[in-house]
């Protein structure tokens, strides 16, 4: 008979069963957890290589020369030059550095600066793998910052080859840049590189600086190399941070608290004494070492003189730069307006042009320049008109061919009126605008012709908010008669010219014909107000350099080339990355063009609006012998006063007037024609080839020289109008035509023009047949009288 077990021994046998079945669970699930890890590592780890290779895909391997290169391209000073490479300026950078070789940094301040900022720096390769690893686990947990993780190797990759935006994708190009750096330069040559590029904050003149040698000079006044060890350490902790350690603020000024700078160079010092790099004496002496003492005094920074040129010619680079870039990424034209997309590429292009050691050589021709800025210096007096406020002129001198500028003047004085009238101020053209608005594109659409008659009878604006107000001419109400078109151009006429503009955009069938077909093309600011009544008459704003580049359009028969001062941008190794290139634009066609410049011959030989050629003649008998033609301008109550004249080679013009838009007087056109004429007379005394004196304007092939009655501008004959046959008076003169030609002989010949003004002139025909005077050629001699002004 079998002995039973004890109860407590079977309870015991049955505890260790489940003890036992638990443990082996526990071990199965453990080696169950342990090759899920692993298998999910594994997987993360495939995940993490194949994002890592999509975010370097694209990213070129550098070859030596070219690490050597970007590593080493540090800041170099642009220059700006004259057409002939003499130098205009220096660009200042910023921040300013200077570049030193390694044995020109003391040890110290590199033995700091491995210690505090890449401490593995002689162990790794380029990158320490836990750092990046821990950087990408606190940027995707959100715990702790994510920039840390770079060595020095790498921090100098971001400086000089990509930006500091926070990305996977910048941070793995990093990691890749960083090793082919590592693998071409040794550890020396990339830690002079860092000390060379990285910003320390700013020096005793409130200047931004970068580079060991600017800093330990604007600081300490020593050179880098002559840096004691804490000195050293102070410099070694700033690229952390450097406008927040610096002692000085951005006026050179030392902070009234900078001791959060001095407990940076303490933390340097510790770390150095961790490292074993400096002894416990060596230590304790620099902790104890009363740096503020070295700290050098507030100074001023040396007033370089600048000036219109150097900010007219520096802004144009920087806009070309600018869109250039825009245009390589891509960006159209559209985008590139918007303010928020241009200022980033304006930016981009400043600290360019800032830093990269660019040459920019400008259009402009030194002696022409100098003689310009002297010719204000000195005649800009005779401006003034007594009031006790200066007058201000804004003048350009472009070629007709090319659209280069060979000179300007912004003010009469840099000094005292910083207002570009050159290239930035926006004024009312007046009467200036009406060859290029009105008489050129009607001759040009076969409209009118040189001879043809336009109405100049009293008649009150039509439509608008000048609705029922009188249009009035410079001398009055109208002359109560049909001029012909040279006549209305040469007197400078507003309601021949107020007839022919509504007349072309009624037969147009758009207010905006004029704009689109033509202005826009020369770059003129788009506004609806150009098919307001008043257009004509100059009111829409626009610049000096705008009109000049009109009437250089018309003195080039009609082919405009967009004025430029900027020939050519190289880099500090002499390579091209910009050229400028000519990109003609027929506006008006041929025919036209040399129709309206020997319109504008009369409009400077006959003097009706000007004195400028005789007051020329006695400044230079030569110079005014040239071919000159040209336009006046002025606004109500001779706010702006302008004159740009041309000969067959270049343009020259000028706007007069007060910043301040109040009025001059009736006589500010013959100060505008004296002053004009000793600035013409001083260039030509430096160049004189520049103004083709033995050049003469020539009409076109094409145009069409039509025998018309001098009495209608149409073709001779009688006219019947209801009934009664009129005999025209005798008298007939040439009319150039640039497309179709004069119509037959009517009653109603002219443009614009009542039912009782064509009963009133047509009255006249009998004196008008037995006026001696009439003119045969249509080249009327009018008595010059002393009023000089049109509206």
Do not use: C
């Not at 489940?18 to 080696?31: D, G, M, P």
């Amino acid at each position: 008979m079998k002995k039973k077990k004890p109860a407590a021994a079977k309870n015991l046998a049955g505890a260790s069963f489940y003890i036992n079945v638990t443990l082996r669970v526990i071990k199965s699930l453990f080696v169950g957890f342990i090759l899920v890890l692993f298998l999910g590592g594994m997987l993360a780890l495939g995940i993490g290589a194949g994002y890592f290779a999509y975010l370097v895909e694209g990213t070129s391997t550098p070859t030596k020369e070219e690490v050597k290169q970007t590593v080493g391209d540090i800041t170099e000073a642009s220059k700006l030059l004259y057409a002939d490479n003499k130098e205009i300026a220096t660009i200042s950078a910023d921040p300013i550095r200077q570049k030193v070789d390694t044995d020109e940094i003391s040890p110290w301040v590199k033995k700091a600066i491995v210690a505090t900022e890449d401490e593995y720096f002689y162990e790794h390769h380029g990158v320490v793998p836990k750092a990046v690893l821990r950087a990408l686990i606190s940027e995707v947990s959100g715990f702790g910052s994510g920039s840390g993780g770079s060595t020095l190797t790498q921090q100098l990759i971001k400086q000089q080859v990509l930006t500091s935006e926070t990305s996977f994708k910048r941070k793995a190009n990093e990691i890749v840049l960083a090793l082919d750096v590592e693998k071409y330069l040794s550890k020396d040559e990339i830690l002079t590189a860092y000390l060379n590029v990285s910003p320390f904050g700013r020096n005793n003149k409130g200047q931004n600086i970068a580079g060991v040698e600017e800093a330990a000079m604007g600081i300490f006044g020593v050179h880098a190399q002559e840096l004691n060890l804490p000195q050293a350490a102070f410099i070694a902790g700033l690229p952390q941070s450097p406008i927040v350690y610096s002692p000085y603020t951005n006026t050179g000024d030392l902070k009234e608290d900078y001791s959060i700078g001095l407990d940076r160079k303490n933390n340097v010092l510790f770390n150095m004494y961790r490292e074993k790099i400096i002894s416990q004496q060596e230590y304790e002496e620099a902790l104890n070492y009363d740096l503020a003492q070295d700290f050098q005094p507030r100074e001023e920074i040396e007033d370089e003189q600048r000036g219109f040129l150097y900010y007219t010619i520096y802004n144009e680079a920087v806009s070309i730069l600018a869109k250039q870039q825009a245009t390589q990424d891509g960006v159209s034209e559209s985008d590139y307006e918007q303010d928020d997309v241009r200022n980033r590429y304006v930016e981009q292009a400043r600290v360019k042009i800032q830093n990269q050691g660019l040459t920019v050589q400008s259009t402009i021709d030194k002696n022409i320049y100098d003689a310009m800025q002297l010719s204000a210096a000195e005649y800009g007096q005779y401006l003034d008109n007594g009031s006790g406020t200066p007058i201000e002129t804004g003048n350009i001198l472009m070629d007709n061919q090319t659209g280069r500028i060979y000179g300007f003047v912004g003010s009469r004085d840099y000094s005292t009126n910083q207002n570009n009238h050159a290239f930035d101020t926006l004024r009312q053209p007046g009467s200036s605008i009406k060859p290029l608005l009105v008489y050129g594109p009607a001759i040009d659409q076969g409209l009118i012709g040189s001879g043809s008659r336009i109405a100049d009878f009293p008649m009150k604006y039509q439509r608008g908010e000048n609705a029922g107000k009188e249009l009035r001419n410079a001398t009055g109400e109208g002359s109560k008669t049909f001029q012909t078109t040279r006549e209305a151009l040469v007197e400078s006429t507003n309601i021949p010219a107020y007839h022919v503009y509504q007349e072309l955009l009624t037969e147009k069938g758009s207010e905006q014909f004029v704009y689109e077909n033509y202005l826009k093309k020369m770059n003129y600011q788009a506004s609806s107000d150009w098919g307001v009544e008043s257009a004509p008459l100059g009111t829409v704003i626009t610049s000096t350099l705008t009109q000049v580049n009109g009437f250089q359009a018309l003195a080039n028969e009609g082919v405009y080339q967009e004025g430029y001062l900027i020939e050519s941008i190289t880099d500090s190794t002499g390579k091209e990355i910009y050229k400028h290139q000519e990109n003609p634009v027929q506006v008006y066609s041929k025919a036209a063009a040399t129709i309206m410049t020997d319109m504008m011959r009369s409009v400077v030989n006959e003097q009706e609006t000007t004195p400028f050629k005789s007051l020329l003649s006695g400044v230079n008998y030569t110079l005014s012998t040239a071919d000159w033609v040209g336009k006046t301008g002025t606004t109500d109550n001779y706010a702006d006063n302008w004159l740009i004249v041309s000969t067959p080679s270049v343009t020259l013009g000028s706007w007069t007037g007060r910043d301040d838009n109040q009025p001059m007087d009736s006589n500010a056109g013959n100060r505008t024609a004296t002053y004009m004429a000793y600035l013409a007379g001083r260039i030509y005394s430096v160049n004189p080839s520049v103004f083709g004196v033995n050049e003469d304007f020539e009409l076109s092939d094409d145009v069409k020289k039509e025998k018309v009655s001098t009495f209608t501008g149409l073709k001779p004959g009688r006219v019947t109008h209801e009934g009664t046959t009129y005999q025209v008076p005798s008298g007939e003169s040439d009319s150039l035509w640039a497309k179709d030609g004069p119509a037959d002989n009517t009653y109603k010949f002219g443009i614009g023009g009542t039912d009782s003004n064509y009963e009133d002139y047509w009255d006249t025909r009998r004196s008008s047949r037995n006026n001696n005077n009439a003119t045969t050629n249509n080249n009327t001699t009018y008595n010059n009288n002393n009023n000089n002004n049109d509206d």
